[in-house]
């Protein structure tokens, strides 16, 4: 399972430069950019709602649509939708409730993602301005799709998840010019109790390592240095060639490439979290050293109301082994908070487990029930505020083990990638290897993109400063 982030809105793409061409590229009935009208895409969700983004937006300019800034810019308004918790869908419909008029200026309306495969041809009746519902696994069949509604049709879906498609474009609209996203397993096998994705991106689908090394080198000739291999169980890829690589090799054989210098992988499935793993970043220093191991609750007996298929214990089991490895490995976690039957002992051992395992950050929600889950059915919710109360205290206790890490972090030296650059005179930002943000100061002129030394000079609650050092 994959959590929300900030995406960035360079455009930095893979064959971008033929599109740009007109007379460069020719695909079917499409030959130029911008004949076919305009496209505008808003993106819910997480990092692999964003990369699917990066990968609608390709497709569409390579049939000929060009990419504007803002829906009133836009021929055709898209969005790619996440479900994950009630909040998210809302904030769909209130969007699409935004463009009721836009119809009748002869707008094209599509649903993508999470809602549009929860929803399925409900969102005709509850929005009928809406013309396209696709979910994402059968983003494949878009050509299609797109096809059929510039021949005139004006209702036209995508809602199979019984597939074994993996959705590969010769051409990705990347947004970030620095890391690459990339997805190696779509779908989720597990069935967690509580969550939609099983439902809305159907079952696990692994991408063949010969087409994700070509697509590695590809970027790597782009000046790309840091991929991100992404999957809701992204350890749970299983090479669908005779070549049947494990997700450890395929680790180091993307770290190989020539032009690569950061591995990174999200999110991770506690359960097929295996040695050759860590060994793979003991290894290889390419190979990041963080690991997103979601957790969801610190109690055995949530755990397994939840069907998260491991227990405490087990659980702990995974952190001594990432612990002992050669070289210190950050790990992140995710935590829900109010499942139904909760109790407050229950909380309290969610509570505990921070405390153990001293996780570098977390990501914590609110239970939210979701149609089609079987934890909806389950009786002994616990109310809103309750809820609040619990994630309130887990936030609290959470911010406390930073506070110390961050300070412990002073006076040490970290390589960051420098990923942001502030308003603020001679201000970056950058990532370290363990995915720790560092803000820092340098005289220098244009710093983005390259890996620079940075010392450690202080603490602040959400993070590190720091200054350029040679
Ligand atoms: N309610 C609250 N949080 C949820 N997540 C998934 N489903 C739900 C839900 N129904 C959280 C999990 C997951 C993260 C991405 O979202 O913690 O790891
Ligand atoms: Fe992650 Fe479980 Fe949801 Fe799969 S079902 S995406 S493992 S939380």
């Not at 994402?136 to 209702?155: D, F, H, I, T, V």
Request: with cysteine; net charge negative; aromatic share 8%.
């Amino acid at each position: 399972m994959i959590n929300c982030a900030l995406g960035m809105s360079k455009p930095f793409d893979i064959e971008l430069e033929r599109l740009t061409d007109p007379a460069a590229y020719s695909e079917g009935r499409s030959t130029a950019t911008g004949q076919r009208g305009t496209f505008f895409l808003e993106t819910f969700g997480c990092q692999m709602n964003d990369h699917d983004s990066e990968k609608v937006a390709g497709l569409l300019l390579s049939r000929g649509y060009q990419q504007v800034e803002t829906p009133e810019a836009a021929s055709m308004i898209l969005y790619n939708t996440c479900s994950i918790r009630e909040k998210a869908a809302q904030k769909v419909f209130s969007r699409l409730g935004e463009f009721r008029e836009k119809q009748s200026e002869g707008k094209v309306i599509g649903v993508l993602g999470c809602v549009a495969q929860q929803e399925g041809e409900d969102i005709f009746k509850r929005a009928p301005w809406v013309s396209l519902v696709c979910g994402s696994a059968s983003y494949s069949k878009l050509p299609e799709m797109l096809a059929q509604l510039e021949a005139g049709n004006s209702r036209v879906t995508g809602l199979d998840t019984d597939t074994d498609d993996t959705f590969e474009t010769p051409v990705t609209r990347r947004d970030n010019p620095w890391r690459a996203y990339l997805t190696i397993i779509e779908g989720c096998d597990k069935a967690c109790s509580y969550c939609v994705v099983p439902f809305t991106r159907g079952p696990e689908r692994s991408r063949a390592s010969d087409s994700i090394l070509k697509e590695v080198r590809q970027l790597a000739e782009l000046g790309y240095s840091e991929v991100q291999l992404l999957g809701q169980t992204v350890n749970s890829y299983a090479d669908p060639t005779s070549r049947r690589m494990r997700f450890s090799e395929l680790l180091l054989a993307v770290a190989e490439v020539e032009g690569i210098r950061r591995v990174r992988f999200t999110t991770s499935h506690p359960s097929e979290f295996t040695p050759d793993i860590v060994e793979a970043i003991e290894r290889e220093p390419k190979v990041c050293d963080h690991v997103h191991l979601p957790v969801q609750s610190g109690s055995s007996r949530v755990l397994r109301a939840m069907q998260r298929t491991y227990s405490r214990e087990e659980y702990l089991e995974k952190i001594a082994m990432i612990r002992g490895a050669k070289r210190p490995i950050g790990i992140t976690t995710d935590i829900i908070v109010g499942f139904p039957g909760e109790t407050e002992a229950e909380f309290e051992e969610t509570l505990s487990l921070l405390d153990e395992v001293q996780y570098d950050s977390m990501f914590s929600f609110k239970y939210s029930p979701r149609p089609n889950t079987p934890s909806l059915s389950m009786s002994d919710s616990i109310s809103e505020e309750e809820k609040g109360r619990r994630l309130a205290a887990l936030q609290d206790k959470q911010r406390e083990i930073q506070a110390l890490k961050h300070a412990r972090m002073v006076g040490e030296r970290f390589e960051v990638l420098v990923s942001g650059k502030s308003r603020r005179e001679n201000q970056w930002t950058g990532y370290t290897t363990s995915h720790r943000m560092i803000n820092f100061t340098s005289q220098e002129r244009e710093l983005l993109g390259t890996y620079v030394q940075v010392k450690v000079t202080g603490a602040t609650p959400n993070g590190s400063v720091g200054e350029h050092v040679e």
